[in-house]
């Protein structure tokens, strides 16, 4: 086993950092790591903004809901879908890219080549020994920050990433056996899905036991039904479409 993969199979989401900047070079580097990704047909679909600017890292915490660690941290970096570009490269050029950034392929597509350079940007760090830790609470009041961060129409910010030097060292915590995710040739029935699924229920109930100190012992499947039991954020649909995007 390489050290990529050791790396790789020992993430943690670490939500206490060492009061330490990270240096501009290492910052530069995980941008052009984030930049190597994979990118459908060159399109490139998302731009990153470094927070720097202590009151902006203090407010994007805030509308996180109140997360610390979005304010204490060496770095925090937004990932953005960015069609902005895209149009402004349609005028430079005298063309027209409108039916593809309002189409829900073209949605599609800004999403994954996030999900990508953002995964990259996470990797290289924690091969750094720096710690991360992903933020989609900034989705609780996207509107506003859009206008914090300035996107323009066709700009989304989708999630954060805390970055720095980790403070703390929690334990991993468990993932879906494999079989479950995993399937060959064809996707398995439910007979073979389920006691797969009872079995990692009993084995995170245990995990949430230890780490609580008995004060929590609900398994995945318990964890998940109770907060997927509503949507979450359900303004999305009109924001996403108010900037531009998603349309057909």
Known sequence: MNETIKNILSHRSIRRFKDEPIPQETIETLVQCA????????????????????????????LAGDQSYVAQNGYFFVFCLDYHRHQLMAEMTGGNVDATVQSKEGFMVGMIDVALASQNL???????????????????????VSELLRCPDHVVPLFGMAVGFPDASPGLKPRLPQEAVFHKN????????????????????EYYKERTGGARDEGWATQMARTMA????????EFIESKGLDKQ
Do not use: H
């Open 230 to 237: 509503q949507p979450k954020r359900t303004y999305m649909k």
């Open 122 to 144: 996470a990797v290289a760090a924690e091969s750094l020994g720096l710690g991360i830790v992903y933020i989609g609470g900034i989705r609780n009041n996207l509107r506003e």
């Open 35 to 62: 930049q190597a990704a994979s990118t459908s047909s060159y399109q490139q679909v998302y731009s990153i903004i470094g927070v720097e600017e202590q009151s902006l890292k203090d407010k994007l915490a805030e």
């Open 186 to 205: 064809q996707y398995k029935d439910d007979e073979k899905a389920l006691p797969v699924l009872k079995e990692f229920e009993m084995k995170t109930a």
